[in-house]
């Protein structure tokens, strides 16, 4: 079986380049001629794909090697592509720079890995302000560079030789017509082709906070103006058939797509009432993956929206909670004053009720946060900081829990600037493991193992037994309340 999936890599030399923005503003443009667009971000990110979403009208979808299993990576692109309807063309956000992956992995987990494990071309954004017919030997390298292939990940396929070709560049913050032709000369002598050159426009600048831009669902009305303003932006300045011509170079993608049901294996939908999980969402809870639904539905659940800032009540017949991420230190004085919610999130840790929490989810069960009152179902204390823990991470299940059996291993990702005291409880709910072997304890398991919550991002598409254990625990718990 093969997949006919027009497809581009949107990559930079470096962070800061405008990957964001010619992305975006790709996705927007081509949609407002009148194609169905797939938005994809490569890496962890969950802020991007939410701009990816407002851009396409879809859900913003993420590729990573580390989280996913790179064998998992072009079947997860053409889920994502045929949901909810067949894309004409799929157009994939990069990270960092082209060829910058997980430290020590030869590039593991890079844009250029992830663009080799698609077929997909590369289109380089190049920040130009400072430069001019520099720019070329820029250029050039990039086209040139042909790196050994990364090492692969534990138990998974060979890596594929990072030599993504460059379909063309688009110039960015460029600063005067006479500055544009100079370096659109000097870029002509490297056989790359100039796709577009964005000017400098101060009215395209998105609001940012300590992780990055700020989530498109804090500031709905203004981040959808920034898409419209990105579309008409990238729609005056590149040639978006030229692009469309380099999307359907792609080669078509071998196998079939990712299906949640298929990962989940026979029998995890068993017959029966569908037991109702409350997953957090609002301004304060906006990181979580498409794919945690949509196996969470495949496992015969039900999931309700429930805003932990404004709702003062858990679903009717609730019988699980799923807390993602979020910036929950930004709402700290919102979370803290909904007492009603707080409670009753605290009365149902304490019956029992299946609870998994990242990060924010796991600021949100602390007794308190930057000195406020939070739920207190764990017995720790959380406070923003200066410090960033960003990184990828492997952890293993010291125990068995709602999400894992013991000795279960994940791959996983940290990304916030706060601090849990202590750092675990008597039960973790991971221990990390350290490049010298180390196993470091890391976050909470409650008793019987329903609670559990951590720093550590987990996408549960690598790891559908998460999705498993957690549907099947909410499902006992019903029935056990019933």
């Not at 997980?102 to 954004?125: E, M, Q, W």
């Not at 419209?228 to 170079?249: N, P």
């Not at 069960?365 to 179902?377: E, I, K, S, T």
């Amino acid at each position: 079986m093969v997949t006919r999936l027009p497809r581009v890599v949107v990559a930079a030399p470096a962070s800061g380049q405008g990957k964001t923005t010619v992305a975006t503003g790709l996705m927007a443009a081509l949609r407002a001629r009148g194609l169905a667009v797939s938005g994809h971000k490569v890496g962890p990110d969950y802020i991007d794909p939410g701009y990816h979403a407002l851009a396409t009208g879809r859900p913003g979808r993420n590729l990573d090697p580390h989280l996913q299993d790179p064998a998992l990576v072009a079947p997860l692109l053409a889920h994502g592509a045929a949901r909810p309807v067949p894309a004409d063309l799929a157009v994939i956000e990069g990270v960092l720079g082209l060829h910058d992956g997980a430290l020590g992995r030869d590039g593991f987990a890079s844009t250029a890995h992830v663009a080799a494990l698609v077929g997909a071309p590369v289109i380089l954004v190049v920040d130009v302000s400072a430069a001019g017919r520099s720019v070329a030997a820029v250029v050039h390298g990039f086209a040139t560079y042909a790196p050994p292939a990364p090492a692969p990940a534990p138990a998974s396929t060979p890596a594929p030789a990072l030599t993504p070709r460059l379909a063309g560049v688009i110039l960015n913050q460029v600063g005067s017509p006479a500055h544009e032709a100079e370096v659109r000369a000097a870029v002509a002598t490297t056989g790359v082709p100039v796709l577009g050159a964005l000017r400098r426009d101060p009215d395209l600048r998105t609001p940012s906070r300590h992780l990055g831009l700020v989530p498109a669902a804090e500031q709905a009305a203004t981040a959808a103006r920034t898409v419209e303003l990105l579309g008409a932006h990238v729609a005056r300045s590149v040639d978006l058939a030229a692009v469309v011509t380099a999307a359907r170079q792609a080669p078509d993608l071998p196998g079939p797509a990712w299906d949640p049901a298929a990962a989940l294996g026979a029998g995890s939908r068993p017959a029966g009432p569908e037991p109702v999980v409350a997953v957090a969402g609002g301004p304060a809870f906006t990181f979580r993956y498409a794919e945690t639904d949509e196996l969470l539905a495949a496992a015969g659940v039900r999931t309700v929206a429930v805003d932990p800032v404004r709702d003062e009540a858990l679903p009717t017949a609730c019988a699980g909670l799923y807390l993602g991420g979020g910036f929950p230190e930004v709402y700290a004085a919102e979370l803290s004053t909904n007492a009603t919610l707080r409670g009753a999130v605290a009365a149902a840790a304490a019956a029992g009720m299946p609870i998994v929490a990242e990060c924010a989810g796991l600021l949100y069960l602390c007794r308190r946060l930057d000195g406020r009152p939070m739920v207190a179902a764990i017995d720790a204390d959380a406070t923003m900081t200066t410090a960033l823990t960003l990184g990828y991470r492997t952890g293993v299940a010291p125990g068995s829990s709602v999400v894992a059996g013991a000795g279960a291993a994940v791959a996983g990702h940290e990304f916030h600037r706060t601090r849990v005291t202590p750092g675990h409880g008597q039960r973790p709910a991971w221990e990390l493991r350290g490049t010298d072997g180390a196993r470091v304890p890391h976050g909470f398991v409650g008793a019987g193992g329903s609670l559990h919550a951590a720093y550590l991002h987990v996408h549960w598409a690598g790891h559908p037994s998460a999705a498993r254990r957690f549907a099947a625990a909410a499902r006992r718990f019903a029935g056990a309340r019933s």
